[in-house]
């Protein structure tokens, strides 16, 4: 009876299925929300137009460079200066009420209005706040590698708590926009967790040197890209982004979108949550071969007046606050919106306050007309009464749409077939 016991406990320890990794076998969704930060500090609303600029190396227009009255000069003096005018008490308050993790959930909190949008990615066993960034492909983070004056205002990694890190030698990173600013480092990996779904041996880059731009975000420790790998800018080999890598592990090989003025919104990976949107999801094929998720446009639609235009391109990018479209494109919305001008003061478009915008429909590969609330274009008081637009106008062969394009819109960025669905928000 002994022997014919232990066979049969053998047998059913032999027969229980093997753990298996998250990363690579299971298949998961999970959910980043965003929900709205009662105590923000409104951002200077020209920067967030210099930031798009930089970010995609556009030449920054002289009037928005003499707008920003703190320069944009990368110096020693200048960092001391930023840090000296930082607001240190966030770091330590509390999330809202509500805001802890969750299994296959994660709360993010939006700062400056909304302006961005911060969420908590683990690495190895720390957490940093971090911004999802569908426009780029790097992750990288502050570190404690970079002097303590960068440090003392930000959250930093710390490669020699982690066990699971692991340098990747001759490997390195440096990315600089268009006046000068910049951060550089070198590169490991590490096990990345997003929403309760980890990465394991993902490219992770170290910051051990961040100009004054970045030291001027104290709520940000660093950017995870959800682009595609031809935009890193890790040498000599560029690697595949966190997206790339945890696509196998999802139910689905998707992640969606719902950003909300003044409300919860959420980052969903690996479903779809159909009462999100109104209608039907209308599917357009995206442009990925530059790494970004690009969609064709020709034309636009203010009231009862339709205009047709040479196609171009424009980037779906989270990272970006505002929409950068065609001169033709702003031009003939602001034509609509009376007491709207090009302020040399603001570096971009104002209106008057007491405006009401009119909605402005654009199109998305000929296949999705995307219309973009007025209440969404107003970003927000500039001074004397004038507001800043959310849709700025831009000389540069591509556009890059935003989060005032998210705010009326859902979008699903699919990565299996590479198309992106859109439909209005319920």
Known sequence: MSLLFLSLLLFVLWAQPTPAAPSTIQKHSFKVDRVRNPDFKRRNVPRELSRAYQKYRMPIPQDLLLSLDD???????????????????????????????????????????????????????????????????????????????????????????????????????????????????????????????????????????????????????????????????????????????????????????????????????GFVDNSKYSGMLAWIRANTTKGFWQVSTAGFTVGNNRTRLRPAQAIIDTGTTLMLVSVKMADGYYRHVPGARRSRAAGGVTFPCNTTLPDFVVDVGGAYAARIRGSDINVGWFQDGMCFGGIQPTAWPFQVWGDVFFRSQFVVFHGGNRSLGMASHD
């Open 71 to 269: 320069g944009l000069q990368v110096d020693s003096q200048t960092d001391r200066e930023a840090l000296n005018a930082l607001d240190l008490a966030h770091l330590d308050s509390p999330l809202p009420q509500g805001a802890k993790n969750t299994i296959g959930k994660v709360w993010a909190t939006p700062v400056n209005e909304g302006i961005e949008y911060i969420s908590p990615v683990s690495i190895g066993d720390q957490t940093l706040n971090m911004a999802l960034d569908s426009g780029s492909a790097d992750l990288w983070v502050f570190s404690t590698e970079l002097p303590a004056l960068s440090t003392v205002a930000h959250q930093a990694y710390n490669p020699s708590l982690s066990p699971t890190f692991k340098r990747i030698n001759g490997h390195n990173f440096s990315i600089t926009y268009g006046d000068g600013t910049s951060a550089s480092g070198y590169v490991g990996t590490d096990t990345v967790d997003v929403g309760g779904v980890a990465v394991t041996d993902q490219a992770v880059q170290l910051a051990t040197y961040v100009s004054s731009a970045f030291l001027r975000d104290s709520y940000l420790g660093g950017v995870l890209g959800l682009g595609f790998s031809q935009l890193s800018s890790v040498k000599p080999v560029k690697p595949e982004s966190f997206f790339e890598n945890v696509m196998p592990s999802l139910a689905q090989p998707l992640f969606t979108v719902d950003l909300r003025k003044d409300a919860v919104g959420s980052f969903e990976f």
